[in-house]
């Protein structure tokens, strides 16, 4: 069953899949270790710069109250912080994010939610109901 000839076609195959790969360390669509590297520092880079806008456009209170919240609902707070950096994007605010604003953004994005989760029961009527 071992054909060197089929074997050596084996061998050329795997050679140019190694070289196509660029060296063979990964599969393809698997990121060579520089490649992640450079995604995870330009990752970095961005929360970085999120963080450093945030904390311009933030009160002390407001942001110590956004931390807080960070702690127990992260997507929340990822949320509400999604939603300043919009607004600071669009010029829509003149000053920094006061607790009390940050307050109402909370209720604006727990309104969506519970709208969003509504659930409704339908109940079956029995076919052989008298309405009498």
Same mark, same amino acid.
Do not use: C, W, Y
């Given at each position: 069953?071992?054909?060197?000839? $089929? +074997?050596?076609?084996?061998?050329?195959?795997?050679?140019? $899949?190694?070289?196509?790969?660029?060296?063979? #360390? %990964?599969?393809?669509?698997?990121?060579?270790?520089?490649? %992640?590297? #450079?995604?995870?520092?330009? /990752? *970095? +880079?961005?929360?970085?710069? /999120?963080?450093?806008? =945030?904390?311009?456009?933030?009160?002390?209170?407001? *942001? +110590? /109250? $956004?931390?807080?919240?960070?702690?127990? @609902?992260?997507?929340?707070? /990822?949320?509400?912080?999604?939603?300043?950096?919009?607004?600071? #994007?669009?010029?829509? =605010?003149?000053?920094?994010?006061? +607790?009390? #604003? $940050? @307050?109402?953004?909370?209720?604006?994005?727990?309104? @969506?939610?519970?709208?969003?989760? @509504?659930?409704?029961?339908? *109940?079956?009527?029995?076919?052989?109901?008298?309405?009498?």
């Amino acid at each position: 069953m071992d054909d060197p000839e $089929l +074997e050596a076609i084996r061998q050329r195959r795997m050679a140019e $899949l190694v070289a196509k790969s660029g060296g063979g #360390q %990964a599969g393809p669509g698997v990121p060579s270790p520089e490649d %992640a590297q #450079q995604q995870e520092e330009a /990752r *970095r +880079e961005a929360e970085e710069r /999120r963080r450093a806008m =945030l904390h311009a456009v933030v009160a002390p209170d407001a *942001r +110590e /109250r $956004l931390a807080r919240i960070a702690l127990v @609902k992260p997507d929340k707070a /990822r949320n509400v912080e999604n939603m300043i950096l919009a607004a600071a #994007q669009r010029g829509a =605010l003149q000053s920094k994010v006061t +607790e009390d #604003q $940050l @307050k109402g953004m909370l209720e604006q994005i727990s309104e @969506k939610e519970a709208a969003a989760s @509504k659930i409704t029961f339908q *109940r079956r009527r029995p076919v052989f109901e008298d309405d009498d």
